[in-house]
């Protein structure tokens, strides 16, 4: 995204993206897998099935010897039936580190931006960049980044439309953790979701309306309250501040324990609809420090650009993996 146009300016950019991805599915080489309809009984876990399973096992740290110190993760684009979507199919980019997968290797789930696809953060080098950091911090992990744009085109800010045209939280929340976990379902302290720009917000909004999925969340270059030029929400400012802004979700004792770290850069003057996102991280930061939540910021220099943001993908390491690695969670 340039600096320089309004994000309502770039909903015409992303039209066109979504019309191109369907040509350009095909031109990387990772393993492609369609899984096939979710059961019906696939949805949200409950507060029942959360407590039983929101603290796992403390992660051994091994820097320098863990598998993807040697060997790079591997990538794999799945398809998961979805209405809303092109060919009513939602990608999810998925790389995971060598080995068998288990309920006890974390998921970062990562959210892109209005104009962007999953193939966004593929292409930044996520997947080779972020395996240098689990083999110096000693934790691996799998990545998933979900299609978040609509048939449309409209700015979906990972929400589910109103007039129930797409369900792209409802997808994130549910059907992608059942593709990317099967039958190893992470607990929650093992769970965590990220994002850039629209994603940015996306991965704050979802963890605090869904606290029994996600442990921690990053936000790059997200903004904390309602920005929503395509109306996806509805049209009553109110009702639509209270459900879906971030800066209006904190008071829910459910979310207190959800550990934050904001990222955003020293020159990012993004414009919003009201505003930009120049000071949203410091904002925030101020509304979580009053209700004695865990929040983390960093102010690289730089622009609203991946590199920027993958910068700071050190530091953000670090801060998943102090959890994840952590002797003592409860």
């Known amino acids: ?80 039936p979805d209405p809303g979507a092109p060919d009513d199919g939602r990608p999810i980019w998925v790389r995971r580190p060598p080995g068998p997968d288990s309920a006890d290797l974390p998921v970062l789930y990562l959210l892109h931006g209005s104009t962007g696809t999953h193939r966004s953060i593929m292409e930044a080098d ?3 960049l972020l395996d240098e950091e689990m083999c110096r911090s000693g934790v691996e992990f799998v990545i998933a980044a979900p299609f978040g744009q609509e048939i449309g085109g409209a700015d979906t800010e990972w929400g589910d439309a109103v007039d129930g045209s797409f369900q792209i939280e409802t997808f994130v929340t549910q059907k992608a953790i059942e593709a990317v976990e099967g039958d190893h379902r992470r607990p ?7 994002g850039f720009s629209m994603g940015g917000y996306g991965a704050a909004a979802i963890p605090l309306r869904h606290p029994e999925l996600y442990s921690q969340a990053i936000s790059w270059a997200g903004y904390f309250r309602v920005d929503d030029p395509s109306g996806t929400f509805g049209d009553d400012p109110a009702t639509v501040a209270a459900d879906h802004a971030p800066d209006r979700l904190l008071d829910d004792p459910d979310v207190h324990d959800i550990r934050f770290m904001l990222i955003e850069g020293t020159d990012d003057r993004t414009p919003l609809q009201e505003g930009s996102i120049h000071g949203e991280a410091r904002r925030f930061e101020r509304l979580l420090e009053e209700r004695d939540m865990t929040v983390r910021t960093s102010f690289p220099e730089g622009d609203h650009d991946f590199d920027t943001w993958t910068g700071t993908f050190p530091e953000a390491v670090d801060f998943l993996v102090e959890q994840w690695a952590a002797p003592d969670r409860t």
């Open 1 to 80: 995204m340039f600096t320089t146009f309004s994000r309502r300016t770039l909903i015409l950019v992303s039209s066109s993206l979504v019309v191109a991805l369907a040509g350009t599915l095909a031109a990387f080489r990772v393993t492609e897998s369609h899984t096939g309809e979710l059961p019906p009984a696939a949805a949200p876990a409950t507060a029942a099935d959360t407590d039983a399973q929101s603290i796992g096992p403390a992660l051994n740290s091994r820097p320098g010897e863990v598998a993807v110190c040697t060997e790079p993760g591997e990538d794999e684009i799945l398809t998961v």
């Open 126 to 128: 996520a997947g080779p």
């Open 188 to 194: 929650r302290s093992l769970r965590a979701i990220g």
